[in-house]
Antibody, heavy 116, light 106 residues
Framework: QVRLKESGPRLVQPSQTLSVTCTVSGFSVTSYHVSWVRQPPGKGLEWVGAIWKGGSTDYNSALKSRLSISRDTSKNQVFLKMNSLQTDDTGTYYC??????????WGQGVMVTVSS | DIQMTQSPPSLSASLGDKVTITCQASQNINKYIAWYQQKPGKAPRLLIRYTSTLESGTPSRFSGSGSGRDYSFSISNVESEDIASYYCLQYVNLYTFGAGTKLELK
């Protein structure tokens, strides 16, 4: 059974770095691409970035300078790091498995608040 | 970057109505559009991929069509369980979501 679960801090201070982990089961991150998608409270979905099954990455051009996505294949985990956080980075962060190039399975998301 | 213009932002429908949501891409996306349903507090759920292919488990009252830059998503005979927000997603060149459409009961 495919499962994705995000974990990370619920509260981050402005200017600090967000680190979120996506732990997957039921598939290998070396066989399927994984993306991060975020959603500010009450607003729409925004693609953040992807790590392809071969290990390369692509990022949202608006966020690229602050982002890093990596993985630990031995633990079947994908990591999101975003630095220089501001209040408008507050939201729910989801990881999603790709099937081909669209997203078929999603984690439950982790709500992150950027506040001092 | 490809932009996706989704409309309307909100819809009010009665049970049994047919509703339609549109997404226009800033360039030809060659039918690489998916549609997602999201209920409050939940992750999005994939309903349709490649313009009109229903994902397993998607009821047949949902449908999609379009080509080039212009795409639509419809629900015939709206049911109470369809009350949710809906998003289009282009995946021809990285990813862009539409702004979303909130479907409410009239």
């Amino acid at each position: 059974q495919v499962r994705l679960k995000e974990s990370g801090p619920r509260l981050v201070q402005p200017s600090q770095t967000l680190s979120v982990t996506c732990t997957v089961s039921g598939f290998s991150v070396t066989s399927y691409h994984v993306s991060w998608v975020r959603q500010p409270p009450g607003k729409g979905l925004e693609w953040v970035g992807a790590i392809w099954k071969g290990g390369s990455t692509d990022y949202n051009s608006a966020l690229k300078s602050r982002l890093s996505i990596s993985r630990d294949t031995s633990k079947n985990q994908v990591f999101l790091k975003m630095n220089s956080l501001q209040t408008d980075d507050t939201g729910t962060y989801y990881c999603a498995k790709h099937y081909g190039y669209y997203f078929d399975y999603w984690g439950q998301g982790v709500m992150v608040t950027v506040s001092s | 970057d490809i932009q996706m213009t989704q409309s309307p932002p909100s819809l009010s429908a009665s049970l049994g109505d047919k509703v339609t949501i549109t997404c226009q891409a800033s360039q030809n996306i060659n039918k690489y559009i998916a549609w997602y349903q999201q209920k409050p507090g939940k992750a999005p759920r994939l309903l349709i991929r490649y313009t009109s292919t229903l994902e397993s488990g998607t009821p047949s009252r949902f449908s999609g069509s379009g080509s080039g830059r212009d795409y639509s998503f419809s629900i015939s005979n709206v049911e109470s369980e369809d009350i949710a927000s809906y998003y289009c997603l282009q995946y021809v060149n990285l990813y862009t979501f539409g702004a979303g459409t909130k479907l409410e009961l009239k």
